[in-house]
């Protein structure tokens, strides 16, 4: 995608301040989802429309200021987003959370990067949002999710949780995540 200086910084800003600033798994997470909600119906068609949506991203993500020490990691992710990179696990999901949040609503969750659990909207009025087969064997259960992320938050021994969930389904724990960033 060609984007303007103004819609990359736009990224930038929704990778800084919705993921683990030193995640680049977890920037591409959040890249992944911003791109999928501009190239759908239901969101704005812009970079910086979706971003800028009242209560939808961090409050003030396109006025708080930035450490340029910290930013290096979501310019380089941003950048890869815009060349057309996109989190390989996070599919066509248009929502995530905190993954410590206890989500009470039906959703179908895709993965964990960056401290954030991604996921689907299940139900008619959001299904012909997704392109192609989302299988149900990669949707994680947000109890698994958020036991994981309570865990590693908790301070336990980062090596009693699984690096798959039970099923072996190939959804990634955050004790993983944390783990492979050296944390």
């Not at 990691?73 to 995530?96: C, I, N």
């Not at 905190?98 to 964990?112: G, H, I, L, R």
């Not at 009025?125 to 036991?147: C, D, F, I, M």
Request: charge should be positive.
């Amino acid at each position: 995608m060609a984007a303007t200086t103004d819609e990359r910084e736009c990224l930038v800003r929704a990778m800084y301040f919705e993921s683990n600033r030193s995640s680049f798994d977890g920037s591409m997470a959040v890249g992944t989802v911003v791109m999928n909600r501009v190239e759908s119906e239901r969101f704005p068609n812009t970079i910086c429309g979706v971003v800028g949506q009242n209560r939808q991203f961090a409050q003030g993500v396109l006025t708080r200021s930035m450490d340029p020490k910290q930013m290096k990691t979501a310019v380089h992710a941003a950048d890869a987003v815009l060349k057309g990179g996109r989190h390989p696990k996070v599919g066509p999901a248009m929502h995530f959370h905190a993954a410590s949040y206890k989500n009470p609503y039906p959703a179908k969750y895709m993965t964990v990067a960056g401290g954030n659990a991604f996921y689907l909207k299940p139900g008619r009025r959001w299904q012909h949002e997704y392109t192609g087969s989302v299988s149900t064997a990669k949707a994680t259960p947000v109890q698994n999710l958020t036991r994981r992320a309570s865990t590693i938050l908790a301070g336990a021994d980062a090596s009693a949780v699984p690096c798959q969930d039970a099923e072996n389904t190939g959804a990634i724990s955050l004790a993983c995540e944390t783990e492979a960033a050296g944390r």
